[in-house]
């Protein structure tokens, strides 16, 4: 074979191993310069049923609590595509099993860029968007999904669709707590399962947390914007702190009523002995971004599969 005969395999060669980079690195981000914003201007209406109907399923099988379901929520959503989220709603293949006994860990796990959790209606809770400043996902300037500077299509329950089409919950999933009557007069109703197995529930619980004859009342988080401005340094955003970016927040332990995972040890109406629980809230992180316990290997981002045979979810696709 001569030199010139050898080209195409070369070519082809490179190809493979190009293609093999970015498959190892991820697939690239949009390049955003935004660097200040006031939050999400315009939710898209639910109006829209989806064709598909809701499947779930939850048992405790063992020592696992196992959740099956479809991803597609039980309530009206925004129209999808849309002009900020060009995906269509398609049914998924979700098998979670978490810890049906759940335990703190001796330290706890920082979300990444995975699902923290799902809703008892089998729709994840998935509050990061991967958008960073200039594109660069190792500038540590990763944009809040609900700061609205970069626009996502959101519906009215904070929710849009992912490329695999997996709909799922930045923000409260205002919807979803209109059908489980989520009100400031009750503890609320359980909400949804984390990955490391504890309940999640929204915005309200007992005043006191060891006592289910207290009143209920909304729940704070220890999470506030950050004073002053952004350091000067490369590849950082200029402008004031104002929640435009995940770093812009900062915990301050005993400024509200939950800890850094927005959660705390308490009785709920699902465990009157007591539990440790994540509590969804009005105010930032909303969907909480650590875990209290050890996360199921389960909630490791592997791209969901549409409807088809049960199994684990196969190779990861760009998220928004």
Known sequence: ???FDAWPLISLFCAFC????????????????????????????????????????????????????????????????????????????YTY???????????????????????????????????????QRTGGWQYEALSGAVPLGLDASYAHVQPTGAYHYHGLPTELLKKLDVNSNSHSPLIGW???????YALYGFDQP???????RLMKSSYRVKEGTRPR???????????????????????????????RFCVTPDFPDGTYAYFLTSDWPVVPRIYRGTPSADFQRRGPNRQGPPGRRGPPRRRR
């Open 194 to 200: 984390a990955a490391d197995g504890f309940p999640i």
């Open 233 to 263: 340094k490369q590849l950082t955003p200029s402008g004031r702190f104002d929640g435009t970016f995940i770093a812009d927040y900062e915990y301050v332990e005993g400024l509200g009523d939950l800890d850094q995972c927005n959660g």
């Open 97 to 135: 099993r978490i810890p049906a006994n759940p335990k703190p860990a001796a330290r706890t796990t920082p979300l990444g860029m995975h699902n923290f959790g799902i809703a008892i209606n089998g729709v994840p809770f998935d509050p990061g968007a991967a958008e960073w400043y200039l594109g």
């Open 18 to 93: 190009v293609s093999s980079i970015v498959v190892a690195q991820g697939p690239p981000t949009r390049r955003h310069t935004q660097t200040q914003s006031s939050g999400v201007k315009r939710l898209v209406p639910a109006t829209t049923q989806v064709s598909v109907a809701n499947q779930v399923n939850i048992t405790v099988e063992e020592d696992f609590r196992v959740i099956r379901a479809n991803g597609i929520p039980d309530h009206k959503t925004g129209r999808f595509p849309n002009n900020g989220n060009p995906h269509q709603i398609v049914g998924q293949n």
């Open 210 to 216: 060891k006592d289910a004859t207290s009143q209920s």
């Open 1 to 3: 074979m001569s030199r």
